[in-house]
């Protein structure tokens, strides 16, 4: 599971700066051990949640177009809704 979690971490990773995201802010809570980034594209916004005891524990969280949370489980998650996203600008 460690190995899938950082090839997941690396492929968004490499999606998003091939895209052009840029990091919006970053925040750390030192008392839980939690880094916190928010990307944004135009409208498109998500989030990077990083265990820094546990770094292979990285979460990402996304918006669809109706405000609705995703749990980004796979590249083509992030994908979809960021397509979806961009699909509704007029």
Known sequence: MKKIASSLHARIHQWID???FRLN??????????????????????????????PEKV?????????????VRSLLDLQSAFFEN?????
């Open 18 to 20: 091939a895209f052009g």
């Open 25 to 54: 802010s970053s925040r750390s809570n030192k008392k839980k051990s939690i880094i916190t980034r928010h990307y944004f594209f135009q409208t498109f916004n998500f989030f990077e949640k990083i265990d820094t005891k546990h």
């Open 59 to 71: 979460e990402f969280l996304c918006f669809d177009t109706y405000g609705e949370t995703i749990k």
């Open 86 to 90: 961009i699909s509704q600008l007029k």
